[in-house]
């Protein structure tokens, strides 16, 4: 097996996001996932208030976003499957309808959130 990641941003309500970290590592190793940690955060919008999750969102409910809280999901472990396939059993191990983008990768992924206005800081 090889070291692999999943880097997901995900657009959930924190209660369903919990439920699905805690049966995330089981259903994913009956799929050949090895997940050794799960990072989840809530990625603050304020420096980037065009999300194309949140718009996708809005978009195709006609309301934005109320409960739901765009989060970056980081799961590190290893797997001998293709990436392609590590990111859609990830997703398949979400709620139905939750709104998402991402991928896997070869090696292991740092957890937390890159503030896209750090540089503002500062000013």
Excluded at 6 to 33: C, F, W
Excluded at 99 to 118: D, F, H, I, K, Q
Aim: one cysteine or more.
């Amino acid at each position: 097996m090889r070291t692999v990641s999943t880097d997901l941003n995900i657009l959930i309500r924190p209660e369903e996001l919990t439920q699905a970290i805690a049966t995330m590592p089981e259903g994913l190793k009956k799929a050949g996932y090895r997940v050794t940690e799960i990072h989840a955060q809530a990625v603050d919008l304020t420096c980037e208030p065009d999300n194309m999750l949140v718009t996708q969102f809005a978009q195709t409910k006609g309301y934005p976003p109320i409960n739901e809280v765009l989060h970056r999901v980081v799961l590190n472990g290893e797997s001998d499957a293709a990436l392609k396939d590590l990111t859609q059993q990830v997703v398949k191990n979400l709620p139905k309808g939750v709104y998402w983008y991402g991928t896997s990768l070869e090696g292991s992924t740092e957890p937390g959130v890159n503030a896209a206005c750090a540089w503002q800081h500062g000013n």
